[in-house]
């Protein structure tokens, strides 16, 4: 099948890699002229676990390639898959359309034959319905049906995400669509694929991502209680988790939640609700929350210190491990927030130091590693769940220290080693 990817992001470039390992011809196109030379030249421009490997072997035997141009890409595609970002609007936080309308203008001019546009981009509910009179106020005479088929990978998995999805939903009535996408996927006999109608499809996306928010904010919020009832939200999360309605995933406790979904989309779905004239206050409240504790996780790091001079180490800046991806992440707001306080924080991320380097300029020191980063310091914090941060000496970071205390709001290292290295060691939801 010819596949057309439009916006060569976290979510196009993996999955335009996906599509091509499963032998499709897949163009990529994006706007970003800087991206497209790099990919042309086989280098990536994310950090995404797993990637590299399929990346290149596919760009070698030709069924995979990078273009600017709208119509290269377009031209003669079976399938057209819609990727550019849906960025919160900075006042309202509705999700801006502008990328997709942009994309929609241009990619309907190129329609020659009959075509499936497919919107993965996380839009609000009626953007099919949009999407569908832009392409046919520019393009009167094209065949084309525009479908929902909302992406569910999560990053620093997305590899896996693609070939294993949990479950393939498609937002269409049209039978000549569906039978695309069923041809699309028909490798994928165990998974489970659900055709329903496109607001359905779009309201699915929203809903999966504010039940999932909804859940760590609950875990989160009992790690709280934890501190106080003398319970330990690890045990908690793992007696609660045994019971197969509530389930192991999504009830490990941390500073809360970020990256460049979650806090868009639940802001986005209020949007929404209060334009349909409800409200969803268990969302609002989640999103109001998970602002809030990351400012008292800053405070929370601080009272550890004793003058605003003391050295504070930050290891980790990514929204989560796996991935090189620093938008919205815990980390940069804890970092900004203790920036009020503390000029003095070295910070290290085995991935995203590039990334955040943009986001945090040249207000904290940038260390070429975890040894360097702790130099010195008197608090070190763990604000990323990095494996490489487990793996690391405790005992050569002790010495290394002015003081020994370990802020672990990830909750990943082993307890008994801090100890024994001589460490005060404070994770999150146990006993202070
Ligand atoms: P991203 O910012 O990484 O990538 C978007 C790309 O689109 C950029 O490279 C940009 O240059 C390009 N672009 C914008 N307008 C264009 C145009 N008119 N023509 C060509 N290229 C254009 O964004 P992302 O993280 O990949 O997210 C894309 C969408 O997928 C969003 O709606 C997001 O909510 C959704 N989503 C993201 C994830 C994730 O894990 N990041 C997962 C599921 C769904
Ligand atoms: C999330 C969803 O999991 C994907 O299904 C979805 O496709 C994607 O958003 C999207 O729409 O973009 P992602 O943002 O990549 O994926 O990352 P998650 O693994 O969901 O983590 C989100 C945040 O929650 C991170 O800050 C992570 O550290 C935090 N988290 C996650 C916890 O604090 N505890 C957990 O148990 C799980």
């Given amino acids: 099948m010819k596949i057309a990817i439009i916006g060569t992001g976290y979510v196009g470039l993996p999955s335009g890699v996906g599509f091509a390992e499963l032998g499709n011809e897949v163009c990529c196109i994006d706007n970003n002229l800087q991206k497209i030379e790099k990919l042309q030249n086989g280098e990536l421009t994310i950090y995404e676990d797993g990637l590299q490997e399929l990346f290149e072997r596919n760009l070698q035997n030709g069924h995979l390639r990078f273009t600017s141009s709208m119509r290269e890409g377009v031209e003669n595609a079976d399938l057209i898959i819609i990727a550019v970002g849906t960025p919160p609007h900075p006042i309202t936080k509705e999700a801006d359309l502008q990328y997709i309308e942009a994309a929609a203008e241009e990619l309907a001019q190129f329609l020659n034959k009959y075509t499936v546009v497919a919107t993965k981009s996380t839009v609000p509910v009626g953007t099919g319905d949009k999407i569908e009179q832009i392409i046919s106020r520019i393009n009167s005479k094209a065949e084309v049906d525009v479908i929902s088929l909302p ?9 896996h995400d693609f070939f294993a999805p949990d479950r393939i939903v498609v937002g269409t ?7 695309l996408i069923a041809e699309l996927y028909k490798d994928f006999t165990t998974t489970k694929i659900l055709y329903v109608n496109r607001r359905s499809s779009e309201t699915i996306k929203y809903a999966s991502n504010a039940f999932l ?18 319970a330990d939200i690890d045990e908690v999360a793992a007696g609660m988790g045994a019971d197969s309605r509530i389930g192991h995933k999504f009830l490990r406790a941390g500073p809360g939640f970020g990256g460049s979904c979650f806090p868009k989309d639940t802001n986005a779905m209020s949007f929404m609700a209060h334009q349909f004239g409800i409200s ?15 400012l008292s996780m800053a405070e929370r790091i601080l009272s550890h210190t004793t003058t605003d001079s003391a050295q504070i180490a930050v290891l980790g800046l990514a929204f989560k491990n796996g991935t090189d991806d620093c938008r919205t992440s815990p980390a940069i707001n804890i970092v900004k927030e203790m920036l009020k306080h503390n000029r003095n924080i070295s910070v290290y991320d085995p991935k995203a130091m590039a990334s955040a380097q943009t986001l945090l300029g040249n207000e904290v020191t940038y260390a070429e590693n975890a040894y360097q980063a702790v130099e010195k310091a008197d608090v070190v914090t763990i604000l990323t769940e990095w494996n490489d941060f487990k793996l690391l000496n405790w005992e050569k970071i002790a010495n290394l220290m002015n003081q020994r205390i370990v802020v672990d709001l990830r909750n990943i290292l082993d307890e008994k080693i801090l100890l024994q290295a001589g460490f005060k060691y404070y994770r999150i939801g146990k006993k202070m």
């Fill in 151 to 159: 992406e569910f990978l999560r990053e620093g998995f997305a590899i």
């Fill in 173 to 179: 009535e049209s039978i000549r669509a569906r039978k």
């Fill in 280 to 294: 969803m206050p268990l969302i609002d409240t989640t999103i109001a929350e998970n602002e809030k504790r990351q």
């Fill in 213 to 230: 928010a909804v859940k760590l904010n609950y875990i989160n919020e009992l790690a709280d209680f934890c501190e106080k009832a003398g």
